[in-house]
C-alpha cells in the first residue's frame, strides 16, 4: 500500500527558532498533500492544502507566515514552524493524495510529528 | 457544508464484546464517508470507507459500517473486540466534489478483558 513518511518523528526546539517537518510520499506521486495540526485529545485540524508548484491554500485562521508551506516536487511537502512559540507545540500529521489508477482518490496520512516548544 | 458528530468520545467493552461506535453526519451533497484508527503517537490508518456503492462497507480488522442515508449515520460496528481494537477511531467525510476531510472529535476505544 501507498506509505508516507514524515521527519522528524518528534523535535524539541527553544521559543523563538524554526522548525521544518518533511513529508514524503514513498512509492506514490503526490501532487496534492494535506497537513493537519491535533491537539491532546482532540480531532485533526486541517491547516492548509498543499500543491505541487504552487502556493499553499490555507485554511481560515492558519497564519501563512507563520506555517511556511513548500512542495516543491511530487513526493516532498515540508511545513516550517517559524519564530516557534509554546503555543505551536502541538502533533503534526501529513496526509499525500494518491491519484494513480484505482486509488480512489485516496489520502494516505502519515505517522505525524510531535512539536514541543520549551 | 458537511460536518461529523461522533456520539461518545470514550466507549469502554469486554474482550470478545460487541463494538459499536456512532457517527452522524451532515452534508449539503452525496458524501464519501470514512472511518481512520489512530494508535497513541501514530497517524491515521484507514479502517473502510463509503463512495456510493454498497451501503454495508466492511473494512480491515474485522470493522464494517453501514450507511444509512435516512438516518444520516454511519456507525462503525464489529462483532467480537479485541485487546488490539483499543484505540483512537475517526469519523470523516468528505464532499465528493472537494479534497478536503472533515474529521469528528474520535471516540477512544477501551478493550477491557
Request: charged share 15%; glycine share 6%.
Amino acid at each position: 500500500g501507498a506509505v508516507v513518511s514524515q521527519h522528524p518523528s518528534r523535535v524539541i526546539c527553544k521559543s523563538g527558532t524554526s522548525v521544518k517537518i518533511e513529508c514524503r510520499s514513498l512509492d506514490f506521486q503526490a501532487t496534492t498533500m494535506f497537513w493537519y495540526r491535533q491537539f491532546p485529545k482532540k480531532s485533526l485540524m486541517l491547516m492548509a492544502t498543499s500543491n505541487e508548484g504552487s502556493k499553499a491554500t490555507y485554511e481560515q485562521g492558519v497564519e501563512k507566515d507563520k506555517f511556511l508551506i513548500n512542495h516543491a516536487s511530487l513526493t516532498l511537502s515540508t511545513l516550517t514552524v517559524t519564530s516557534a512559540h509554546p503555543e505551536d507545540s502541538s502533533f503534526y500529521i501529513c496526509s499525500a493524495r494518491d491519484l494513480g489508477p484505482g486509488q480512489g482518490n485516496e489520502q494516505y496520512f502519515g505517522p505525524g510529528t510531535r512539536l514541543t516548544v520549551t | 457544508a458537511q460536518s461529523v458528530t461522533q456520539l461518545g468520545s470514550h466507549v469502554s467493552v469486554s474482550e470478545g464484546a460487541l463494538v459499536l461506535l456512532r457517527c452522524n453526519y451532515s452534508s449539503s451533497v452525496p458524501p464519501y464517508l470514512f472511518w481512520y484508527v489512530q494508535y497513541p503517537n501514530q497517524g491515521l490508518q484507514l479502517l473502510l470507507k463509503y463512495t456510493s456503492a454498497a451501503t454495508l462497507v466492511k473494512g480491515i480488522n474485522g470493522f464494517e459500517a453501514e450507511f444509512k442515508k435516512s438516518e444520516t449515520s454511519f456507525h462503525l460496528t464489529k462483532p467480537s473486540a479485541h485487546m488490539s481494537d483499543a484505540a483512537e477511531y475517526f469519523c470523516a467525510v468528505r464532499a465528493y466534489n472537494t479534497d478536503k476531510l472533515i474529521f469528528g472529535t474520535g471516540t477512544r476505544l477501551q478493550v477491557f478483558p
